[in-house]
């Protein structure tokens, strides 16, 4: 589908001489609960940026003081405080209350490089069918490479002509930029999944509409996750994939998906937990079941067979 002519602003090219004091094209959204102290951090590296973004943060329903924590130290940045906790819902009401036309999404334990967001801009201004770019992530005070960066780079969907970097169907959440009017179109992230491998339905929603996804490596993001064990990950992981297989892959990867999952919950208390939740979210899923055109459903086979035996979706299920 063409949407040349729905897109917002958009240039053919940067202007190298723009004005340095003049805030970038790209907005950040951050969405945030209950960890101040992780993302104070990240504003401050965020507020140092030399491209001067906006910056959103969308607090959900948080019961610390990051309100007060933001009102205190961050006067400058924006906060939009939700009354209850909205999961990855939160980066959707970012992107409606900012109007850049490009939303750079960070999470509180992340943030972007220098210049990272001034190529991301000139990205999307010359390439008008991009939808979402998928950046280089480094991880950690010691800046390793993400596996997930060699994973998305060869990517069996390889190069598109009208597109820069590597075709995909999956992205790091909180390393991705997208064009605001292409985010709207395709709907944002989708209300059944909170959080956990939910970017993966935004991508096939995106490339559905005739949207570029792509990886761009030379637009660098930094990544601090919490080294903390989340036991209970991998299983909501599953479930995300399993919802996202019904909403919008064809049925029998839908049905195989959930046998895998029901096979998990015989030893497995957190995949019993996430099957009973993928059961109890599953007519909604259904009734908003939007099937891939067979152009995409064919690019995520191709995936599927990339990933080998252990089920993950190549580039696909990349979590935040």
Same mark, same amino acid.
């Given at each position: 589908?063409?949407?040349?002519?729905?897109?917002?602003?958009?240039?053919?090219?940067?202007?190298? #001489?723009?004005?340095?004091?003049?805030?970038?094209?790209?907005?950040?959204?951050?969405?945030?609960?209950?960890?101040?102290?992780?993302?104070?951090?990240?504003?401050?590296?965020?507020?140092?940026?030399?491209?001067?973004?906006?910056?959103? /943060?969308?607090?959900? !329903?948080?019961?610390?003081?990051?309100?007060?924590?933001?009102?205190?130290?961050?006067?400058?940045?924006?906060?939009?405080?939700?009354?209850?906790?909205?999961?990855?819902?939160?980066?959707?009401?970012? /992107? #409606?209350?900012?109007?850049?036309?490009?939303?750079?999404?960070?999470?509180?334990?992340?943030?972007?490089?220098?210049?990272?967001?001034?190529? =991301?801009?000139?990205?999307?201004?010359?390439?008008?069918?991009?939808?979402?770019?998928?950046?280089?992530?480094?991880?950690?005070?010691? @800046?390793?490479?993400?596996?997930?960066?060699?994973?998305?780079?060869?990517?069996?969907?390889?190069?598109?002509?009208?597109?820069?970097?590597?075709?995909?169907?999956?992205? %790091?959440?909180?390393?991705?930029?997208?064009?605001?009017? =292409?985010?709207?179109?395709?709907?944002?992230?989708?209300?059944?999944?909170?959080?956990?491998?939910?970017?993966?339905?935004?991508?096939? @929603?995106?490339?559905? #509409?005739?949207?570029?996804?792509?990886?761009?490596?030379?637009?660098?993001?930094?990544?601090?996750?919490?080294?903390?064990?989340?036991?209970?990950?991998?299983?909501?992981? #599953?479930?995300?994939?399993?919802?996202?297989?019904? %909403?919008?892959?064809? %049925?029998?990867?839908?049905?195989?998906?959930?046998?895998?999952?029901?096979?998990?919950?015989?030893?497995?208390?957190? =995949?019993?937990?996430?099957?009973?939740?993928?059961?109890?979210?599953?007519?909604? !899923?259904?009734?908003?079941?939007?099937? %891939?055109?067979?152009?995409?459903?064919?690019?995520?086979?191709?995936?599927?067979?990339?990933?080998?035996?252990?089920?993950?979706?190549?580039?696909?299920? !990349?979590?935040?």
């Amino acid at each position: 589908m063409n949407h040349a002519t729905n897109r917002g602003r958009s240039s053919t090219r940067e202007r190298p #001489r723009a004005d340095p004091t003049k805030p970038a094209p790209v907005g950040i959204v951050i969405a945030t609960r209950n960890r101040s102290a992780s993302l104070a951090v990240t504003v401050r590296h965020l507020r140092a940026l030399p491209e001067r973004p906006e910056i959103l /943060v969308v607090d959900n !329903a948080s019961t610390d003081d990051t309100r007060a924590m933001l009102a205190r130290d961050f006067p400058q940045v924006r906060v939009l405080s939700l009354p209850f906790n909205r999961g990855a819902l939160a980066r959707t009401h970012g /992107v #409606r209350a900012l109007d850049t036309p490009y939303v750079a999404f960070s999470d509180d334990d992340s943030w972007w490089a220098p210049g990272a967001l001034r190529a =991301a801009a000139r990205h999307f201004d010359e390439h008008p069918r991009l939808g979402l770019l998928s950046a280089r992530t480094l991880v950690g005070p010691a @800046d390793a490479a993400d596996p997930l960066n060699d994973l998305l780079a060869d990517s069996p969907l390889g190069p598109a002509t009208d597109l820069p970097g590597t075709q995909v169907l999956g992205f %790091l959440g909180c390393a991705a930029v997208t064009r605001r009017t =292409a985010y709207l179109d395709a709907g944002g992230y989708h209300p059944l999944l909170f959080f956990g491998a939910e970017e993966t339905l935004l991508a096939y @929603d995106l490339a559905a #509409r005739g949207w570029g996804v792509t990886h761009c490596p030379d637009v660098t993001a930094h990544h601090h996750p919490d080294p903390g064990p989340r036991t209970d990950r991998p299983a909501v992981v #599953r479930r995300n994939e399993l919802l996202t297989a019904w %909403l919008r892959r064809s %049925l029998p990867h839908a049905l195989a998906r959930t046998r895998a999952l029901a096979a998990d919950a015989r030893h497995d208390p957190h =995949a019993r937990r996430a099957l009973r939740e993928t059961l109890t979210r599953l007519p909604a !899923a259904l009734r908003a079941r939007r099937p %891939l055109p067979p152009h995409v459903e064919r690019a995520a086979r191709l995936l599927d067979g990339a990933a080998g035996a252990d089920g993950a979706d190549g580039a696909d299920g !990349a979590t935040s």
